[in-house]
């Protein structure tokens, strides 16, 4: 195989677990240097591109004439069966699997919840979550503490809750569907109640929120579009839908994944206990290194297009790998170390283009408060298990640890 083989097909097949387990998978640095767009076969036998080379995915992301709509034929879908993709198909699509006109549309008017400016008056309250979490942690007699449960889960599903007008109460209900959503081991009916369960939920809520609308995100949508004319409730469901399932499980998996990293790397994590200046360049480059939810950016071509000399056909689907491009060793030297003074903005872990992740800024301003206090108040922090013996989601779509014991 040659670089930028037009029409190559490569032996991978997905999903392929992560190495030493922070790593790509050996086959993806050799599918990026060799063919960084290439054919590969998904789980169910069917075929799509693969992008591995942080260039080209860039070039896929930023390209309207590559849809992000699951209702398109030939979308790459992951695990679904034909069941499932009907009850899909046949619902409203959540924003990020909207294109166009459409996309911008529902965009536009929750856009402004995520600004920097807005999402500063609420660091106070983010800051107060934490330190309480970390209060019980250093109250607790019996050790190791589970990361997991006492941290990194809790406290982005509050944040998300409070600021949805979500009671905090059902967070426990949401957190067991997402996660069986979005394992590959589960069965496809089991996936397909899992969301089922997850809208019926959302259904209520916003119906809850239509009678009594509060000074929160929904709360606010509900009076505009009332104000317009009439409540979207669909819309919004789908909106909820979205924002409560991704605004908690990859920013949970990051707080565990970033106190591993810098735990396993104490010299890192010196740069920014002696420098919190630092950490916001630390959260940019954990998000980089890690790269959760690495080929969930999934794409259909709606016409002909040509990206790097490889001709993809209408109809064909393109799976993006943020893991991969992110550790390109032509834009991220020694991609393989992890550098908190790298200055890695221009990573994908937030995706490129019109449906780059709209909740980027609070999920770093949740990480950097988080990773500040953290150390700040737990000076003496430290894995109870050795990095190799921790439960990784090798079978998640969003990766992550399944337990963090640690100890002080």
């Given amino acids: 195989m040659t670089k930028n083989a037009v029409g190559a097909s490569a032996d991978l097949e997905l999903p392929v677990e992560r190495g030493c387990p922070f790593a790509p998978p050996a086959e993806y640095e050799r599918l990026r240097e060799q063919a960084p767009i290439t054919r590969i076969t998904l789980p169910g036998g069917t075929q799509a591109w693969w992008v591995s080379a942080h260039r080209e995915g860039r070039a896929v992301l930023a390209d309207r004439r590559f849809s992000s709509d699951r209702r398109n034929d030939g979308f790459p879908l992951f695990n679904l069966n034909a069941a499932t993709l009907r009850q899909f198909r046949s619902q409203p699509p959540l924003m990020v699997g909207m294109d166009g006109a459409e996309h911008a549309a529902a965009r536009r008017p929750v856009i402004g919840e995520f600004t920097v400016r807005r999402l500063a008056a609420l660091r106070p309250r983010i800051q107060d979550i934490v330190d309480r979490f970390i209060d019980d942690m250093l109250a607790t007699e019996h050790r190791p503490v589970d990361l997991v449960q006492a941290l990194s889960l809790p406290v982005p599903s509050l944040v998300i809750c409070e600021l949805l007008g979500a009671p905090y109460t059902d967070h426990g209900f949401f957190q067991d569907r997402t996660a069986v959503a979005v394992r590959r081991s589960s069965s496809a009916q089991d996936r397909q109640r899992a969301l089922a369960d997850l809208r019926s939920f959302i259904d209520d809520l916003i119906t809850r929120k239509e009678s009594e609308p509060g000074d929160d995100l929904f709360g606010r949508q509900i009076a505009r579009q009332r104000s317009e004319g009439a409540v979207d409730h669909e819309g919004l469901v789908s909106l909820a839908l979205l924002l409560l399932s991704a605004g908690h499980e990859t920013t949970a998996n990051m707080i565990s994944l970033g106190v591993i990293g810098l735990l396993d790397r104490p010299e890192q994590l010196a740069l920014i206990t002696a420098d919190p200046g ?19 950016t999934t794409r259909v071509a709606t016409e002909d297009a040509r990206i790097s000399g490889v001709d993809i056909k209408a ?13 390109d060793p032509s ?12 200055k890695a903005r221009h990573h994908l872990a937030f995706g490129f283009g019109p449906h780059q992740c709209l909740g980027q800024n609070l999920a770093r301003m949740e990480l950097e408060i988080v990773f500040d206090t953290l150390f700040r ?21 969003v990766y992550g640890a399944d337990e963090l014991p640690v100890t002080w």
């Fill in 278 to 296: 630092k950490t916001p360049m630390a959260v940019e480059e954990l998000l980089r290194y890690f790269a959760v939810a690495d080929a969930v």
């Fill in 315 to 327: 109809g064909e689907g393109v799976v993006v790998s943020g893991l991969s491009a992110n550790w």
């Fill in 331 to 342: 834009v991220f030297t020694n991609p393989a170390d992890l550098d908190v003074e790298r």
């Fill in 377 to 397: 108040r737990i000076p003496t922090l430290r894995l109870a298990v050795p990095v190799g013996e921790l439960p990784f989601k090798t079978d998640a779509v």
